[in-house]
């Protein structure tokens, strides 16, 4: 089982931060992101049900190994809460993963290589800014002492500090 590390646990605790600060932190990421990634970026910044606003896009291109194409939906969520960022991508059209529900997060070593090699670009500059990213593999573990606001359940790891609806 994965224990969660110190910070996740310390940011489970505390509490949305709606103040614009923190909406223009978010904001003046959109641009070196996009310079850094070569792609536009949308900016969600509907707090309702989130913890988080996310930026994002699509990577597209074709993985030469397995002669596909690939569209790949890409959130980069920064939370609220603390420093933190996460990653969130789907294959919405499942043409290169398994097949899944939709919306249904891919964990980075199952993506193409262009595909990951982009992420890290962009986790490389969350992290020179001073963000620590949630990584997949902690999103649906248990967040002690956090319920949903939608219907006051046991929330997750993502729930808690990002979103409850994606």
């Known amino acids: 089982m994965n224990e969660l590390p110190g910070f996740i646990s310390e940011a489970l605790a505390k509490p949305v931060n709606y103040a614009?600060?923190?909406?223009?932190?978010?904001?003046?990421?959109?641009?070196?992101?996009?310079?850094?990634?070569?792609t536009n970026l949308l900016?969600?910044?509907?707090?309702?049900?989130?913890?988080?606003?996310?930026?994002?896009?699509?990577?597209?291109?074709?993985?030469?190994?397995?002669?596909?194409?690939?569209?790949?939906?890409?959130?980069?969520y920064i939370s609220s809460k603390s420093p933190l960022f996460a990653i969130y991508c789907f294959d919405r059209k499942w043409g290169m993963t398994d097949r899944g529900g939709v919306n249904h997060p891919i964990a980075q070593e199952r993506l193409p290589k262009s595909v990951s090699a982009s992420l890290d670009i962009a986790k490389n500059l969350l992290s020179e800014r001073g963000f620590k990213e949630v990584e997949h593999r902690y999103f649906f573990l248990p967040a002690a002492g956090c319920v949903t606001q939608m219907d006051d359940l046991p929330a997750n790891v993502f729930e808690c500090l990002f979103a409850e609806i994606v």
């Not at 223009?24 to 310079?35: D, G, H, I, N, T």
């Not at 509907?46 to 959130?75: H, I, P, T, W």
């Open 20 to 38: 614009d600060a923190y909406a223009r932190s978010v904001l003046a990421l959109k641009e070196p992101l996009e310079m850094a990634l070569r």
């Open 43 to 76: 900016l969600d910044d509907d707090m309702n049900y989130n913890a988080a606003q996310s930026l994002s896009c699509k990577l597209v291109g074709k993985d030469e190994a397995l002669a596909k194409a690939y569209e790949f939906d890409v959130r980069f």
